[in-house]
């Protein structure tokens, strides 16, 4: 595709609940990368994947959190039992050559 | 990956230059600078990058100098377009595990 794309645009979960973020790379791009942006704040590395390994996930900040991308393209971004402090805009980035091109993110309200 | 300190708000005139520092200090050899933006509501774009060489792209100039221990991110004529946050990460792996608060630039008429 042209770009990375997230869905959904937008979400709100009460808090509990589980929620799933998609991502799409741009076609091609063999890394992929998760990061959260609190409100104020620039964005936190969350997980890195080649292709459909993910080699780092030291920036997850609970066990709530997972993510997968199994066939090496399109990401999943889980979180379990959202709390309030989940509440963030959780941003795609894909990469061939080591510039990132980000997604517009998917922002997640917890209530 | 070094940590980096940038000021947090500048101003410019449009159809002047910008001139964005950054302080990275511990920067290590293999250590390349890069230089994100965001405009409110959208993902970071990527500007430019570089190691240790002044490296210029059709968005910006990027000079780092001669120690590596700072760099400044140049925008030759500023538009209003250009008001963003502009980040500032020096890395060997090509991301970031955070990217800071940047410099928010706010672009007058």
């Known amino acids: 595709g ?7 645009r937008y979400k709100v979960a009460k808090r509990g609940q589980d929620v799933a973020l998609r991502c799409d ?16 704040q620039g964005p936190e590395f969350l997980t890195y994947f080649q292709n459909e390994a993910q080699l780092d996930k030291s920036g997850l900040p609970s066990d709530r ?15 379990q039992r959202t709390q309030q402090e989940d509440s963030a805009v959780y ?10 091109f980000f997604g ?6 917890v209530l | 990956d070094a940590k980096t300190t940038q000021p947090p ?7 002047r230059a910008a001139n964005l520092p950054c302080n990275h200090s511990t920067i290590s050899g293999n250590e390349y600078v890069y230089w994100y933006r965001q405009i409110h509501s959208q993902g970071p774009q990527y500007i430019i990058h570089g190691l240790k060489n ?4 059709e968005m910006a100039s ?9 760099s400044t991110l140049i925008l030759p004529h500023a538009t209003l377009r250009d008001t963003a946050v502009y980040y500032c990460i020096v890395s060997n792996s090509g991301y970031a595990l955070n990217f800071g608060k940047g410099t928010s630039l706010l672009v007058t008429p």
Request: aromatic share 6%; glycine share 10%.
């Open chain 2, 54 to 57: 002044n490296e210029t792209n």
């Open chain 1, 25 to 40: 790379p741009i076609s091609g791009h063999v890394s992929l990368f998760w990061y959260q942006q609190a409100l104020g």
């Open chain 1, 104 to 109: 517009s993110g998917t922002q997640l309200s």
């Open chain 2, 62 to 70: 990027l000079i780092i100098t001669e120690d590596r221990k700072s």
């Open chain 1, 2 to 8: 042209a770009g990375v794309s997230q869905s959904p």
């Open chain 2, 9 to 15: 708000s500048m101003d410019c005139a449009e159809g």
């Open chain 1, 91 to 100: 941003l795609c980035a894909s990469s061939n050559r080591g510039e990132l």
């Open chain 1, 65 to 79: 959190f997972f993510a997968e991308r199994p066939e090496g393209s399109v990401s999943t971004l889980k979180i």
